[in-house]
């Protein structure tokens, strides 16, 4: 069964201070796995998807990389503006539904 | 309207109450999705649509009916609803269904926050 755990479940740092969450994942060969941002009150807001071990995208002050048991995503220089839950998905070569973890809570304080 | 819209944004409902929610997607996608999000636990994918046919349906109690009249908007039908139904639920909209070879993006809307009393 597919599987996707994401860690820490809530992070605070510092304004400046960079850091990264994890994504581990299990899934019956891999299609995408997608990294969402989901402020409070609102919809995940897409942000990467990544196909295959040693891609990477950015934006902005976010990198996602990947590797074929987990995905990182790096925050470099956060500023307040950049908390929110992040959140991870997972889609197997099986089906098209996407597999979401729990999510990580992100807090960037001035 | 741009993106992926939902309506309402707030529905408080009683368990004898029959209520739809709305969503309409202005992207031109031809696969629209409906989500659970309750507290704590992971998106819950529901019901999935291409083109207007149904292709998945994650053992959803009866309760919930979905209805996809084109392809630009999706309603889910509620009745007799229990109060652990209260969460976000999540409408969203991909280019395409993702089929073997290829994967697209799903693109959210604000969801609508429901609290059945």
């Known amino acids: 069964e597919d599987q996707v755990t994401q860690s820490p479940e809530a992070l605070r740092l510092q304004e400046g201070e960079s850091s990264s969450l994890n994504c581990s994942y299990t899934v019956s060969g891999l299609r995408g796995l997608f990294w969402y941002r989901q402020d409070p009150g609102k919809g995940p807001e897409f942000l990467f998807t990544?196909?295959?071990a040693g891609e990477e995208k950015e934006k902005e002050r976010l990198k996602a990389t990947l590797t074929k048991k987990e995905s990182f995503l790096h925050i470099t220089a956060p500023k307040p503006e950049d908390s929110a839950t992040y959140l991870c998905a997972v889609q197997a070569n099986s089906g098209y539904a996407l597999n979401f973890g729990k999510g990580t809570s992100l807090l960037v304080t001035p | 309207e741009t993106g992926v819209t939902q309506t309402p944004r707030h529905l408080v409902m009683g368990m004898t109450n029959k209520k739809s929610l709305k969503c309409e997607q202005h992207l031109g996608h031809n696969a629209m999705y409906w989500y659970k999000q309750s507290a704590k636990k992971p998106l819950e994918l529901m019901f999935v649509?291409?083109?207007?046919?149904?292709?998945e349906n994650n053992s959803v109690p009866s309760r919930f009916s979905p209805e996809c009249p084109n392809s630009s908007h999706l309603f889910l039908h509620l009745h007799t609803l229990q109060p652990e139904d209260s969460a976000l639920y999540l409408c969203a909209s991909s280019q395409y269904l993702s089929r073997s070879g290829s994967s697209y993006e799903q693109y959210f809307g604000p969801g609508t926050r429901l609290t059945v009393t």
């Open positions: 649509y291409s083109l207007e046919e149904r292709v």
């Open positions: 990544l196909y295959s």
